[in-house]
């Protein structure tokens, strides 16, 4: 036996034994006094242990204490608080029960992920070497060409110096999917396949399609394998635009590592999640996915089990090739298809660095499509590809697998927390049997614990509570979506997400009812369990921790509907902030200006002038000067010209200056590319932006407070918009009441 294996040997012996002994200490029965003296002590170190998370014993150490006080509150769960002697409540409580192990067992699990973190740097390409060749898959089904031709514009802007080919993976445009007989939408997806076939050729790009559209995305992506020869293959959502520099800070790795099957990189978004920007706290609190791409695929990282996220990653084609391709076997292609490569001992790499700016979805509806696809998925990797079973896997990274598809079962898990309640309040079924005393000196060091490790780990990427809430708002919209995937789990079918959608006015998302239908019920419960607890004076200690839970799913349901409450969204595609010195021209005259912020159709300009302003829907002539030397070492700008047509759209004045919007008029390649180039060429923004967002991080309490606040101000909202609408619909039907009279 070499040193390395009889090293890993040993390492799994220390740790197996650390786990025993965890076990078996949590077991040991104690006095309620003794388990509150280990419970403070525990909180002090758990306090001692976040302060100082550079340190890597302490930080495991912090682990171990949490996971100890943890088990000893479900042997306490467990042996003090199920109604034994009732075989009515018994199963539920034990429902109850269950639920909490798996929160639990999440929560453990994450921890062992989570251990330690691997942080890589950039691995320079060293063109001393051989390059590898590049093919760069674009893959597409119903996206508009709005959404898709800046990802080609800046695919063929990819900074290489070695061979690079994009292609573009129309599955709208399918032989299956323009004969169907259906003759409008065969209509409409000849048109859409011809406008991209036109884009492709006046952008250099590749165009490929398919007969059949069979095994959604994989089935696409397993096609194009076919036709294409290169070493490496970048895959791109269609809306995933790539900066300039993301080959050359991937493909160095490849040429380092030659186990490399395949490196991920984050995927940003430059549009807020549809929850985010319906609670009006898009630019307080990290967007949603941040706690995943920028804290556990790096500790996934660490165990050489980081996955493929379907989008941003660069992928050997020989790993790929080897497990037959991107696998069908279930709607979650990506995760499926890692577990594949890393079974086979191909190597992972996780580089957090963002280097493409995708869309999120714009609303309600169109998130819980994408999650529930995302859900099924990962449960059906649970059923039939377990990672546990999985041959060629190490224990490390059979366990973060497990993590991952575990994770997914948990609308099952939060909608038995949201009854459960309920089922004590309404019913009197006794789920939980004990007093507020031994719940303070069990349940409550646990809690708090489990708070204090969880801002110790995602503290940066997650305020406190906010898992919960976003567990709770998708939960009762995946469950049955869930539960028909564990009975059935071929059943499900991929769906693509919408991009692109815009809101004219605010208004609940058409999944609201049934969120309406459980807070009414969660309020019922709430007043009537107050009301017990005032005249049932032997019953206070159970009834009031019972009320506790049912105050913060009540809270959850709140800010949930906030959530529904879709606002506005009339633009298509975002408006990114820049900084391009400009000259307007019209009418004769000429004024100097920056360009604020644009999209590849739009702009915002800053004139120096409140003289001499156009008119709406006047054209104006616009040169603007993009620096094309902004990477090299010297740092000096080099510009370089461009002029086009632009609409004014509307303006005000900002002091001294005017401020206008405007529309571009010319829709040709040269536009594109421009202002591509402008918004999406450079990386630095987006990791800047990812900074900013880890500053927003707040406290325990100030996260607390922040979200009590969050819970109330929807509630409001909510109210108003109802209120507001119901009087909008009386004024037009007393208008229309009167125009009758008059006619």
Same mark, same amino acid.
């Given at each position: 036996?070499?040193?390395?294996?009889?090293?890993?040997?040993?390492?799994?012996?220390?740790?197996?034994?650390?786990?025993?002994?965890?076990?078996?200490?949590?077991?040991?029965?104690?006095?309620?006094?003794?388990?509150?003296?280990?419970?403070?002590?525990?909180?002090?170190?758990?306090?001692?242990?976040?302060?100082?998370?550079?340190?890597?014993?302490?930080?495991?150490?912090?682990?171990?204490?949490?996971?100890?006080?943890?088990? =000893?509150?479900?042997?306490?769960?467990?042996?003090?608080?199920?109604?034994?002697?009732?075989?009515?409540?018994?199963?539920?409580?034990?429902?109850?029960?269950?639920?909490?192990?798996?929160?639990?067992?999440?929560?453990?699990?994450?921890?062992?992920?989570?251990?330690?973190?691997?942080?890589?740097?950039?691995?320079?390409?060293?063109?001393?070497?051989?390059?590898?060749?590049?093919?760069?898959?674009?893959?597409?089904?119903?996206?508009?060409?709005?959404?898709?031709?800046?990802?080609?514009?800046?695919?063929?802007?990819?900074?290489?110096?070695?061979?690079?080919?994009?292609?573009?993976?129309?599955?709208?445009?399918?032989?299956?999917?323009?004969?169907?007989?259906?003759?409008?939408?065969?209509?409409?997806?000849?048109?859409?396949?011809?406008?991209?076939?036109?884009?492709?050729?006046?952008?250099?790009?590749?165009?490929?399609?398919?007969?059949?559209?069979?095994?959604?995305?994989?089935?696409?992506?397993?096609?194009?394998?076919?036709?294409?020869?290169?070493?490496?293959?970048?895959?791109?959502?269609?809306?995933?635009?790539?900066?300039?520099?993301?080959?050359?800070?991937?493909?160095?790795?490849?040429?380092?590592?030659?186990?490399?099957?395949?490196?991920?990189?984050?995927?940003?978004?430059?549009?807020?999640?549809?929850?985010?920007?319906?609670?009006?706290?898009?630019?307080?609190?990290?967007?949603?996915?941040?706690?995943?791409?920028?804290?556990?695929?790096?500790?996934?990282?660490?165990?050489?089990?980081?996955?493929?996220?379907?989008?941003?990653?660069?992928?050997?084609?020989?790993?790929?090739?080897?497990?037959?391709?991107?696998?069908?076997?279930?709607?979650?292609?990506?995760?499926?298809?890692?577990?594949?490569?890393?079974?086979?001992?191909?190597?992972?790499?996780?580089?957090?660095?963002?280097?493409?700016?995708?869309?999120?979805?714009?609303?309600?509806?169109?998130?819980?499509?994408?999650?529930?696809?995302?859900?099924?998925?990962?449960?059906?990797?649970?059923?039939?590809?377990?990672?546990?079973?999985?041959?060629?896997?190490?224990?490390?990274?059979?366990?973060?697998?497990?993590?991952?598809?575990?994770?997914?079962?948990?609308?099952?898990?939060?909608?038995?927390?949201?009854?459960?309640?309920?089922?004590?309040?309404?019913?009197?079924?006794?789920?939980?049997?004990?007093?507020?005393?031994?719940?303070?000196?069990?349940?409550?060091?646990?809690?708090?614990?489990?708070?204090?490790?969880?801002?110790?780990?995602?503290?940066?990427? =997650?305020?406190?509570?906010?898992?919960?809430?976003?567990?709770?708002?998708?939960?009762?919209?995946?469950?049955?979506?869930?539960?028909?995937?564990?009975?059935?789990?071929?059943?499900?079918?991929?769906?693509?997400?919408?991009?692109?959608?815009?809101?004219?006015?605010?208004?609940?998302?058409?999944?609201?009812?049934?969120?309406?239908?459980?807070?009414?019920?969660?309020?019922?419960?709430?007043?009537?369990?107050?009301?017990?607890?005032?005249?049932?004076? *032997?019953?206070?200690?159970?009834?009031?921790?019972? *009320?506790?839970?049912?105050?913060?799913?009540?809270?959850?349901?709140?800010?949930?509907?906030?959530?529904?409450?879709?606002?506005?969204?009339?633009?298509?595609?975002?408006?990114?902030?820049?900084?391009?010195?400009?000259?307007?021209?019209?009418?004769?005259?000429?004024?100097?200006?920056?360009?604020?912020?644009?999209?590849?159709?739009?702009?915002?300009?800053?004139?120096?002038?409140?003289?001499?302003?156009?008119?709406?829907?006047?054209?104006?002539?616009?040169?603007?000067?993009?620096?094309?030397?902004?990477?090299?070492?010297?740092?000096?700008?080099?510009?370089?010209?461009?002029?086009?047509?632009?609409?004014?759209?509307?303006?005000?004045?900002?002091?001294?200056?005017?401020?206008?919007?405007?529309?571009?008029?010319?829709?040709?390649?040269?536009?594109?590319?421009?202002?591509?180039?402008?918004?999406?060429?450079?990386?630095?923004?987006?990791?800047?932006?990812?900074?900013?967002?880890?500053?927003?991080?707040?406290?325990?309490?100030?996260?607390?407070?922040?979200?009590?606040?969050?819970?109330?101000?929807?509630?409001?909202?909510?109210?108003?918009?109802?209120?507001?609408?119901?009087?909008?619909?009386?004024?037009?039907?007393?208008?229309?009441?009167?125009?009758?009279?008059?006619?």
């Amino acid at each position: 036996m070499n040193k390395s294996k009889l090293y890993n040997v040993l390492k799994w012996i220390v740790i197996g034994s650390i786990l025993c002994v965890l076990i078996l200490l949590s077991a040991i029965e104690v006095t309620s006094e003794t388990h509150l003296w280990l419970s403070v002590g525990a909180i002090l170190l758990v306090l001692l242990g976040s302060k100082s998370s550079d340190k890597k014993l302490l930080h495991l150490l912090v682990l171990i204490t949490g996971a100890f006080i943890s088990l =000893r509150y479900i042997g306490w769960r467990y042996s003090d608080t199920l109604p034994w002697e009732s075989s009515f409540d018994l199963p539920f409580a034990m429902l109850l029960l269950v639920t909490e192990c798996y929160g639990i067992t999440i929560y453990l699990l994450g921890m062992f992920v989570n251990v330690r973190q691997k942080n890589r740097q950039i691995t320079p390409i060293n063109t001393a070497l051989a390059l590898p060749t590049v093919d760069v898959f674009i893959p597409t089904y119903d996206e508009s060409i709005r959404v898709l031709a800046p990802t080609i514009s800046a695919a063929m802007q990819l900074e290489y110096p070695g061979q690079v080919k994009i292609w573009v993976l129309d599955d709208g445009g399918t032989a299956q999917k323009i004969q169907q007989e259906d003759g409008k939408a065969a209509r409409a997806a000849q048109q859409r396949a011809s406008s991209i076939q036109d884009l492709c050729l006046k952008l250099g790009a590749n165009y490929l399609t398919r007969p059949k559209n069979e095994h959604a995305k994989a089935g696409n992506i397993n096609h194009a394998l076919e036709y294409t020869s290169s070493e490496l293959i970048l895959i791109l959502d269609a809306d995933h635009v790539p900066s300039n520099d993301f080959l050359l800070n991937t493909i160095g790795m490849f040429q380092q590592q030659a186990n490399l099957g395949f490196v991920q990189t984050p995927h940003f978004f430059s549009t807020p999640g549809p929850v985010e920007r319906n609670l009006g706290i898009d630019e307080q609190v990290a967007p949603e996915n941040e706690m995943f791409y920028n804290r556990i695929l790096s500790g996934m990282d660490f165990w050489n089990a980081s996955f493929f996220c379907g989008s941003a990653a660069v992928i050997r084609r020989q790993a790929l090739l080897e497990v037959g391709g991107i696998s069908t076997r279930t709607i979650t292609e990506d995760a499926d298809t890692a577990l594949d490569i890393h079974a086979r001992g191909w190597d992972s790499a996780y580089l957090n660095k963002a280097m493409i700016a995708g869309l999120s979805p714009d609303t309600f509806g169109a998130y819980v499509t994408q999650r529930s696809r995302w859900g099924q998925g990962m449960v059906q990797i649970f059923l039939l590809n377990n990672p546990i079973f999985k041959k060629g896997l190490s224990w490390p990274q059979k366990l973060c697998y497990l993590n991952s598809t575990l994770f997914w079962l948990f609308p099952l898990f939060r909608v038995s927390y949201l009854i459960a309640p309920l089922c004590y309040l309404l019913f009197n079924l006794q789920i939980f049997v004990g007093n507020g005393n031994d719940f303070l000196i069990f349940a409550v060091p646990h809690l708090a614990i489990s708070i204090l490790i969880n801002q110790h780990l995602f503290g940066k990427t =997650r305020n406190t509570l906010f898992s919960e809430f976003y567990e709770t708002v998708l939960s009762l919209y995946l469950f049955l979506p869930t539960l028909s995937v564990i009975i059935n789990p071929k059943k499900p079918s991929f769906t693509v997400t919408p991009k692109g959608e815009t809101t004219n006015q605010t208004h609940f998302s058409p999944l609201t009812p049934v969120l309406l239908v459980l807070l009414a019920i969660i309020i019922v419960a709430e007043i009537w369990g107050i009301h017990r607890i005032y005249n049932y004076p *032997v019953e206070q200690g159970q009834l009031t921790v019972v *009320v506790i839970f049912n105050t913060l799913n009540l809270l959850l349901c709140m800010v949930s509907l906030g959530a529904m409450l879709e606002k506005v969204q009339r633009r298509s595609e975002p408006r990114v902030p820049c900084h391009i010195p400009a000259l307007v021209k019209f009418d004769g005259h000429e004024l100097t200006a920056k360009i604020c912020n644009a999209s590849v159709h739009g702009l915002q300009l800053q004139l120096n002038s409140t003289q001499n302003l156009p008119i709406k829907d006047q054209q104006l002539n616009l040169i603007y000067y993009i620096d094309i030397n902004h990477a090299a070492a010297n740092g000096k700008p080099k510009y370089q010209a461009h002029a086009t047509n632009i609409q004014f759209r509307s303006g005000h004045e900002q002091g001294e200056m005017q401020t206008i919007n405007c529309q571009l008029v010319d829709s040709n390649e040269e536009n594109l590319n421009s202002f591509t180039q402008i918004i999406y060429s450079r990386s630095e923004p987006w990791q800047r932006q990812r900074q900013l967002e880890e500053q927003r991080s707040k406290s325990i309490l100030m996260s607390i407070a922040h979200f009590f606040q969050l819970a109330f101000s929807s509630a409001s909202q909510a109210l108003n918009n109802v209120l507001t609408t119901k009087i909008k619909t009386s004024t037009t039907v007393v208008n229309s009441t009167k125009q009758d009279t008059y006619q």
